[in-house]
Each structure stands twice: as structure tokens, then as C-alpha cells.
């Protein structure tokens, strides 16, 4: 009886010893307010690609959104007006990223409603991970030097007067 009780604790504290010593050696680092956020790339419609460290020196909006996503197309309209009021302004970066849907699909949407803002693909969705996107619409907004100032998650009306302001604000920040 004693042996098998000695076998036993060898075992479970041989699975305690895997599980707990055994892990990955790089655990990825999600995002945090007030921490520069990790570098990701994604890819355009047209296969060029971008990198958000390419970004810095701008205020940079990111938007992930999915045509599928009601409430993502609900804010898509304030986003095209924001994008549209900034245009020409290397300072300030708008960049969607579509989620889990069809490049497709959001270009048609897209045309149909006579958005110009830039969609993003990110096939191995390494830059909602960095972000830690719990669903869509989410937004991130970025500062010139790459540190995340804000996480909003759900629609917004990205171009009332107090979010142009509070992105002018970090715009002009030195």
C-alpha cells in the first residue's frame, strides 16, 4: 500500500513539475495604456505591406471592424469623416484592420458606401493579439512615439468635436 501511495505522489508531483516548469519561453506581451505597443505588419488590399513602426511620428487610430459586425458598420461613417478631415496630415494615421472577415467583401462594402480610409488584413492576427481585442469594433489609439493613450471598445463617434480635439491634442504633443 505504501508504494502505491509513493508512486502516486511521484506521478501527480512529476505532471506538477511539467506543467508548471514546462511553458513556452516567450509568453507575447499584450498591449497596456501607457506602454509602447509591439511592432505588427499588415497587409493592404493590394499586397503592399506596413508596419506600425513605420508609424511613428504620427498619431496613429487603429480600428478593427468586420462587415458582418453591425455596430462596426454603424461607426464606419464617423471614421470616414475623421479620416477625410485629416487627410494630407502625416501626423495622424487612420488604419483598419479587418477581423476575421473577407477582403472582398469589405472592399464591395466599401465602394458601395464611398469610404477612401485604408483597410488592413492581418492573417495571423498578430496585431489583434498584441492588442488583446476582446470583439469588434474595437479602437486603439496610438501617440507619436508609439506608447497606446487609449482603448475603446464598441462604436464611437470618432469624429464628434471632443475626439478631433483630444486627437490634436496628441498631435501636437512634442
Same mark, same amino acid.
Given at each position: ?21 514546462v511553458?513556452?519561453?516567450h ?54 469623416r ?6 494630407? +496630415? @502625416?501626423?495622424?494615421? #487612420?488604419?483598419?484592420i *479587418?477581423?476575421?472577415? =473577407? ?55 470618432? +469624429? @464628434?468635436?471632443?475626439? #478631433?480635439?483630444?486627437? *490634436?491634442?496628441?498631435? =501636437?504633443?512634442?
Open positions: 500500500m505504501k508504494n502505491k501511495a509513493l508512486i502516486l505522489i511521484i506521478i501527480v508531483s512529476g505532471i506538477f513539475i511539467i506543467f508548471f516548469a511553458r513556452p519561453t509568453t507575447p506581451r499584450i498591449a497596456e495604456i501607457g506602454i509602447e505597443v509591439p511592432d505588427f505588419e499588415l497587409a493592404g488590399a493590394d499586397n503592399s505591406r506596413i508596419r506600425l513602426s513605420d508609424m511613428k511620428g504620427s498619431v496613429v487610430f487603429v480600428n478593427f471592424w468586420a462587415t458582418w459586425c453591425a455596430s462596426c458598420l454603424d461607426e464606419l461613417p464617423s471614421i470616414e475623421l479620416y477625410r478631415s485629416f487627410a494630407g +496630415d @502625416s501626423r495622424f494615421r #487612420v488604419v483598419t *479587418l477581423y476575421k472577415d =473577407n477582403m472582398d467583401t469589405a472592399s464591395g462594402f466599401m465602394k458601395k458606401n464611398s469610404h477612401s480610409f485604408p483597410v488592413y488584413l492581418n492573417q495571423d492576427e498578430s496585431a489583434a493579439k498584441t492588442l488583446g481585442i476582446t470583439g469588434v469594433p474595437e479602437t486603439f489609439i496610438i501617440d507619436k512615439k508609439g506608447v497606446l493613450r487609449d482603448k475603446v471598445i464598441g462604436p464611437a463617434e470618432w +469624429d @464628434s468635436p471632443n475626439a #478631433v480635439q483630444a486627437f *490634436l491634442t496628441l498631435i =501636437n504633443e512634442p
